[in-house]
């Protein structure tokens, strides 16, 4: 039960992102690291990095574009998509998920034919020169975002605009399996103050989750003591963990995940949740790691089965929910008025399920943005 969290409301940052990923603590997933995509500048707006790979294979490379992108991926399905990301030329998406019911079966269900995750990707390795708005009108018409279950994806071209002299955000998108036309889309963060909260329910729900109103509340005191106290950089992110660190999830020990999921509405933290299987699962895990059966042959072999990224993954993906479950990852992302970035992303948990000591697991990234004061 994932949570994204943003604000506009720190006068010397443009943006302020937050996301806690929530996950199965043994779920594949790599370390965040830079990786590149070709973009061809004639492309379809919506065509994923893997078919752009696949189409300009054997043709002219003269219009193809190379994107730098930024994220952490999941191992676990063969389009290796991620839920968060950023690239040098300023495309960014996140994205959360949620419960509907099947239609075929009457049943919940959080999972499609199709990976999220490539959505995300599908906008991160997009050509620099097509728009958000035409990326999302695409997706819509196109039928794109049909078949891969309830989400809403926050995308935008992180780009810095003058209004009434005001330095003011190029808006951000949130796409969903909701919407019919792009109309409906809302738009966000093109004006200073606001605080924005996303979780695993639709953006306009009637009621939103209390996990993001604490959100919220906890984000916009965070940013208001930062700025009365003049906090540096490093001192704002810790504050902005701390949001994340926020744990109110009533226990009760015996309890699978299934019966979690009415209370993991209240807690922005995750802590670990599950039965004796999955604490089993944990303590198998851990014990063939230290056998020297390490985790990291197993992320091979799942690698190995991902070779042709190009290849349509017939078959939708297993559910996967071994060990237990709970908040894997934290990023916070800082992006300041020159368009300079840092990127932290926190693992709490090593590749075999071992705790990491808060802090001890994070990765650090510093870039500028390309095109930050352009139209484009």
Known sequence: MCIALLTTAHPKYALIILDNRDEFILRPTSPPHWWTTKASRHSSRTATPASNEHATQNGDTSEEELQHILSSRDLLRPEQGTWLGITRSGHFAVLTNYRELDTSTG????????????????W???????SVTDFVEDMITSGGTQGVGGFSLLCGKLRKRKTEGENELEPLGILSNKAE??????????RRGEIVGLSNAAYDAPQEWPKVTKGKALLKKAIEEAVAADASEGELRERLFGVLDQDDLPRAPESAFEDYLKVLQESIFIP???????????????????????????????LDKVEGLQRPDPQPAQGFSKGMYGTQRQTVILVDWDGNVTYTERSLFDADGNEIEKGKGDAVFHFAIDGWESSS
């Open 272 to 302: 670990l949740i599950g039965d004796q299987q999955h604490r089993d699962d944990m303590v198998s895990w851990t014990s063939r790691a230290k056998e020297n059966v390490h985790v990291s042959a197993e992320l091979k072999d799942a």
């Open 124 to 130: 991160l390795g997009n050509s620099s020169q097509q």
């Open 107 to 122: 049943a919940p269900s959080i999972s499609g034919t199709k990976s999220r995750g490539g959505m995300v990707t599908a």
């Open 181 to 190: 036309h792009p109309e409906q889309i809302p738009w966000i963060a093109g």
